[in-house]
């Protein structure tokens, strides 16, 4: 296992010796790097993090080190910083990282072994005078003396060095003068995630300039003890987000001074989305009424009609309002079945008008002739949807012109009989797909998974199949891959895994069986000899699984 292993480890045109073994460097980097993963022996991995030529193969080796020793020559040595920076990385001698972090030529490595360090004197030097601006914020992150943390948190001139400053602080009063006045909304954002105090919080809900900053504020606030400013932001903030934010907060709080506050807020006119979460709080049926039947958004009319219970307003609604949504609205509270037929018959509404009142109906002989004579789809749809009766259903499965239809009278379809002619006959595969899938006759389904044309329609049929043998041919003759890939997932016997991971000519079908194999043998000459990259991965995957399994 390791000599094939170590071929695959390396470039074209170049070899290397390793414990005596030349290794044949393979042209495939992905290959290489990934067999590297999986080598052991850290004899070997330092060979190759010390010799290779490419500092992408010499990078991963060292991710695989564990010799302190040896991770401090190669953080010393490699002429390649990204080889040097992941050496460092598995550093653990706070000498060694200290060494590197003053005198490593390039910012990244230090910064790095700046990472991994807990000297505080030293960590303080960097965060202070260091002029590489990502060094400061990685000493800040662990920096402890909380006096230079509030200083650099209030006079670094980057912002990402005192957002993190800030989020090491202790000082609620410091964290609140940032959080009101630092020039970038990020580091704000960030004092405000660490505020405990509810007026500062409250202060900047309502001022800040930034609508992030007045969200993150407004999601933090109480809404028992901030009730008053919850309603003022909720009705006065310029960002609707904000608003609503605040309009959920204080619907947290059911008690009648908020209901006065969604009044407040749905009746002060402007842009409906924040008046519409408004309404959708508000209790009282009069005032629904109200906003259901003369508000001049839609959508503040539609949130109102979806809470009346009043059929009188909402038969008005239903039969007047200029909008279909709020129409539908009041359709689906409604519960006047004359009207209901009403609508639904009328062939001057719109369908989707239509198809809400089809939705209420309790009438079985009026849906049954919506179901089989209406002109449109959509209505028939809705009404099929509704009916009990099998053998209409089974009528209206069978004859319909739109697919649609059928389909979702398949869907409600019970009786055996008729599933199985409409999974063998329907010119859909879709609606073959669906009445097989309620099949259990398993001599009807080791027909139609031999006979039917479409992938989908076999694969659905291969799923409520239960013999293994019939699975094994399906496995192994079905013409399409993507058949034969899922029933390998289905498949017991590792004689036929093992052929149909050799032998199918498609990749996909070829990966799915090495996933299953146990064979470790059969597994390694995978991994080396099959044509294709994933599949060669595959193996190599299953081969790490199940020696972890094994240990």
């Not at 009044?263 to 979460?277: F, K, L, W």
């Not at 009043?310 to 909008?323: E, F, G, R, S, Y």
């Not at 509704?386 to 389909?407: H, Y």
């Not at 470790?520 to 190599?540: H, N, Y």
Request: aromatic share 6%; charged share 35%.
């Amino acid at each position: 296992m390791l000599r094939y292993l170590l071929s695959l480890i390396g470039l074209a045109g170049c070899s290397c010796l390793v414990h005596g073994l030349i290794i044949v460097m393979d042209p495939d980097e992905s290959k290489a790097r990934h067999a590297i993963d999986q080598i052991r022996d850290q004899d070997v991995l330092t060979d190759i993090a010390i010799n290779h030529e490419d500092r992408w193969m010499r990078e991963v080796a060292v991710g695989r080190i564990n010799d302190q020793t040896v991770l401090a020559e190669i953080a010393k040595d490699d002429k390649e910083g990204h080889v040097r920076r992941a050496a460092i990385l598995r550093l653990d001698d706070q000498d060694v990282l200290l060494k590197f972090a003053r005198g490593d030529d390039h910012a990244w490595v230090r910064t790095a072994a700046v990472s991994k360090l807990d000297d505080q004197s030293f960590l303080e030097d960097i965060a202070t005078n260091e002029i590489w601006f990502d060094m400061r914020q990685e000493a800040v992150r662990k920096l402890d003396n909380q006096a230079l943390i509030a200083k650099i948190a209030k006079t670094d001139k980057v912002e990402f060095v005192r957002g993190d400053a800030v989020l090491r602080l202790d000082d609620q009063k410091l964290i609140a003068e940032i959080a009101k006045n630092d020039p970038y909304y990020g580091v704000r954002q960030k004092a405000v995630s660490k505020l405990e105090d509810q007026a500062v919080l409250a202060e900047i809900a309502k001022n800040d300039e930034s609508q992030y900053v007045r969200l993150d504020a407004v999601e933090k606030l109480d809404p028992a003890s901030q009730r008053e400013t919850l309603a003022e932001i909720a009705k006065k903030d310029k960002d609707n987000l904000v608003r609503s934010t605040a309009i959920f907060a204080l619907h947290k709080l059911s008690d009648k001074v908020n209901q006065a506050v969604f009044v407040e807020i749905a009746e002060s006119g402007g842009d409906g989305t924040a008046r519409m979460h408004a309404v959708a709080k508000i209790n009282d049926q009069a005032l629904l009424a109200k906003f259901a039947t003369s508000d001049n958004s839609e959508y503040v009319r539609r949130a109102a009609a979806g809470k009346l219970d009043d059929q009188t307003v909402l038969a008005k609604i239903a039969k007047n309002d200029n909008n279909e949504m709020v129409r539908g609205a009041a359709l689906e509270r409604l519960s006047d079945q004359t009207l209901l037929a009403e609508i639904a018959q009328d062939n001057k509404e719109g369908f989707y008008v239509r198809q809400f009142a089809v939705r209420r109906l309790d009438d079985q002989k009026l849906l049954a002739a919506l179901a089989k004579n209406d002109a449109d789809g959509t209505v028939r749809q809705s009404a099929v949807v509704r009916i009990a009766d099998q053998e209409l259903l089974a009528e209206i499965a069978k004859n319909d012109k739109d697919e649609q239809v059928r389909f979702f009278a398949t869907y409600n379809l019970k009786v055996p009989e008729y599933l199985a002619e409409i999974a063998q006959n329907d010119e859909s595969y879709n609606v073959r797909q669906t009445a097989v899938y309620k099949l259990n006759d398993q001599v009807l389904l080791e027909k139609i998974v031999q006979s039917d044309t479409h992938e989908m329609v076999r694969l659905a049929a291969m799923r409520r199949l239960n013999d293994q043998t019939i699975l094994e041919k399906i496995a192994r003759n079905d013409e399409s891959a993507h058949v034969r890939w899922w029933t390998i997932f289905r498949l017991d016997n590792q004689t036929v895994l093992a052929e149909i991971a050799q032998k199918d000519d498609d990749t996909q079908a070829r990966r799915g069986a090495v996933s299953r194999l146990d064979d470790l043998m059969l597994l390694a000459e995978i991994a080396q000899d099959d044509p294709s990259e994933k599949v060669r991965r595959a193996a190599e995957e299953r081969l790490k699984e199940l020696q972890k399994r094994d240990f």
